[in-house]
């Protein structure tokens, strides 16, 4: 997990996005540095879960490149229990699983 730094400890997701604690519920700040702060460490917290899916499934023998395998009946791709992937961080974004 990385660190985070002292401006990140006060940013969170608002509904219209990353934003600083003054700012949550504001869809669109004027140049505030701590929402700017706050939507760049999303932006890096995003690259660095894709960056660890990408390396686990590159890393894992099991399944294919979408991080999938067939499933014991033969039937039906499912998800490689080893780690997560793609489609399951998408469902995550969305709040469909978690
Ligand atoms: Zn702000
Ligand atoms: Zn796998």
Redesign the pocket.
């Known amino acids: 997990m990385p660190e985070l730094g002292s401006d990140e400890m006060h940013s969170l997701h608002g509904p219209f996005g990353p934003r600083c604690s003054t700012h949550a519920n504001v869809k669109s700040p004027r140049s505030c540095d701590g929402c700017r702060t706050a939507l760049k460490a999303a932006q890096k917290a995003d690259r660095d879960r894709r960056h660890a899916i990408r390396a ?2 590159d890393s ?4 294919d490149p979408y ?1 999938r ?1 067939w499933a014991d009946d033969d039937t039906s791709w499912v998800d ?4 997560s ?1 793609f489609r399951v961080e998408a469902l995550a974004a969305e709040g469909r699983l978690l």
């Open positions: 686990a499934i894992c023998n099991d399944c991080g395998l490689c229990p080893e780690h992937n």
